[in-house]
């Protein structure tokens, strides 16, 4: 049993066989698939049986949460994703920056379809595009924020089943809400710390320093300039990760009787600014 796996992450085999016919069962009725996923951590918040889920449907990525995620990093995981012959496009879906360029991707994904469509006699005929994230990507935002009204259920809930929902967003188009619950890689011990580092793992089921001395393992090795400056540690990469959070602690004031440093609220702290974006915009993969 990995490290992770110790933090008592639970995932449920029956749902996941449920979701993968629900997709199959689905996909003949859709001409395009929209996958999003979390631009801090694009490889870590992925279905990893998708591809072999949708096999060769059109697809489209949409790189959400963009706005705390380095503008550079996703900039290459574009170019990744553009070297492969897909689409990506950094959004947010929460103030819907980047939004505006999903309809007009689409159409021009689906040109050969609008123009089957056409020659069949089909002109209006909608485009059809099923909406697929883990939870908390943002998905039902993304539907909702689409569709200008709260349609979507903004809870994804494990064993929550539903009919098919489909949302006219106008432009010819209708998105169709993923039936079922898709799940990441979490057998891969780092996909799942990842996830736990962004919110995506309800922190009352870990172990909340166990979290914050790896995501500053993380951090002093990607960003230490943004330790060292919001915390006051010199040198971060010289430190231990259990220096660090008692910099953290000592910086904000948490000192226990006795002046010994509250590492616990320090690193719920942490974990808070790290996820708010006050230490800045903060990409952990790289393609």
């Known amino acids: 049993m990995n490290d992770f796996q110790k933090q008592n992450v639970q995932w449920f085999p029956g749902h996941m066989a449920k979701t993968r016919r629900l997709i199959k069962a689905s996909l003949p009725m859709v001409d395009l698939v929209a996958e999003i996923l979390d631009a801090r951590v694009p490889k870590s918040s992925r279905n990893p049986e998708l591809l072999n889920l949708i096999g060769t449907k059109p697809r489209i990525v949409l790189l959400n949460k963009s706005d705390l995620a380095d503008d550079n990093v996703t900039k290459l995981w574009v170019e990744h994703y553009a070297a492969k012959g897909v689409s990506a496009i950094p959004v947010n879906c929460s103030s819907g920056k980047g939004v505006n ?4 991707l689409v159409r021009r994904e689906l040109g050969e ?3 089957a469509n056409k020659a069949k006699g089909m002109v209006g005929k909608p485009l059809s595009v099923m909406v697929v994230g883990i939870p908390n990507t943002g998905k039902s935002t993304f539907i909702n924020r689409m569709a200008g009204k709260v349609k979507a259920k903004a809870a994804d809930k494990p064993g929550v089943t539903r009919q098919n929902q489909w949302f006219d967003i106008g432009d010819g188009i209708r998105l169709l809400d993923t039936p079922g619950m898709l799940w990441p890689k979490f057998e891969d011990p780092e996909a799942g710390k990842k996830l736990a580092f962004i919110g995506s793992v ?3 089921i870990l172990d909340v320093e166990w979290l914050a001395l790896h995501l500053l393992t993380a951090l002093k090795t990607a960003y230490p300039e943004r330790i060292a400056e919001r915390y006051g540690v010199e040198d971060p990469q010289q430190s231990t990760e259990h ?3 008692e910099a953290v602690a000592r910086r904000r004031g948490m000192l226990l009787s006795g ?3 509250d590492t616990l609220r320090a690193a719920v702290t942490l974990l808070d600014e790290f996820r708010g974006g006050k ?4 990409t952990l993969e790289r393609p």
């Open 113 to 115: 379809v609008i123009a």
């Open 101 to 104: 360029r999903f309809a007009p």
């Open 202 to 204: 309800k922190d009352e």
């Open 243 to 245: 220096d660090l959070l």
């Open 279 to 282: 230490l800045g915009k903060i």
């Open 259 to 261: 002046g010994e440093t």
